[in-house]
């Protein structure tokens, strides 16, 4: 059954935007009477039946609703920096999205090479990513933050640092990480955290952490530890 995104349900009816109304009507050619299935971002299932096929704005009866639909009992924030490719951050967030993730920040660090991403572009990723994977609440997409101050923040959960650096001691998310626990995890650039990166993230309470032998490129990096967390939980 199709699945399209519906914001701000209130009530026994829904009305669809105009770009899910024309895929809806116009792409999959759905009439009135047949099934959908509707997500509000909220962590909410809909069942509901076309009442009025318009292109611009076709009107759903809800006939069902799940409530907290597969709800975690743990989140996960990935900090990341994003990369000189921009669609190899856009490939991160629509596979860690598909895994569960509740956060994705951007972040600026030393050896970032490109500080902007495109807002509206990732978080129409991250609603298509959603319908796809069956995910009910949306992935919140955090403006950009400078490395030193999004450490400061008050981030509740286990925190870790993945870098490469292998003079520094690292251990194992899963040495790390309990299930059920909330998570964040901060993942370099290209070129890696720098030592004062680290030393910093280690003063605000990050656990250096590695990803296995590999040397992985950041937007796997980030997918792995996204594994991890997922694994760890199941």
Not at 49 to 72: A, M, V
Not at 138 to 165: Q, W, Y
Not at 182 to 195: C, K, R, V, W
Request: hydrophobic residues 35%; neutral net charge.
């Amino acid at each position: 059954m199709q699945i399209f995104y519906a914001p701000g349900i209130i009530g026994n009816t829904y009305t669809l935007d105009e770009k899910e109304s024309k895929h809806l009507i116009r792409v999959l050619r759905m009439t009135r009477g047949a099934n959908v299935r509707l997500i509000d971002g909220k962590g909410n299932l809909y069942d509901g039946i076309i009442r009025d096929p318009d292109q611009n704005k076709c009107t759903i009866d809800i006939t069902g609703k799940i409530k907290d639909f597969e709800k975690r009992n743990y989140s996960l924030h990935i900090a990341i920096s994003p990369l000189k490719n921009p669609e190899r951050f856009e490939w991160f967030v629509e596979k860690s999205v598909e895994l569960g993730i509740d956060e994705i920040t951007p972040i600026i660090c030393r050896n970032t090479e490109k500080s902007g991403i495109k807002s509206e572009r990732v978080n129409n990723l991250i609603i298509s990513a959603m319908k796809q994977s069956l995910k009910t609440t949306k992935t919140v997409l955090n403006e950009p933050s400078r490395f030193n101050e999004f450490i400061t923040k008050d981030l509740k959960g286990i925190r870790m640092i993945a870098h490469c650096n292998e003079t520094i001691k690292r251990d194992k998310i899963s040495d790390i990480y309990t299930k059920n626990e909330n998570a964040i995890i901060l993942i370099g650039p290209e070129g890696d955290f720098s030592i004062e990166e680290i030393d910093s993230a280690v003063e605000s309470e990050f656990f250096p952490v590695h990803l296995g032998p590999s040397r992985l490129r950041t937007e796997t990096a980030g997918i792995a530890a996204c594994h991890s967390i997922y694994f760890i939980n199941q």
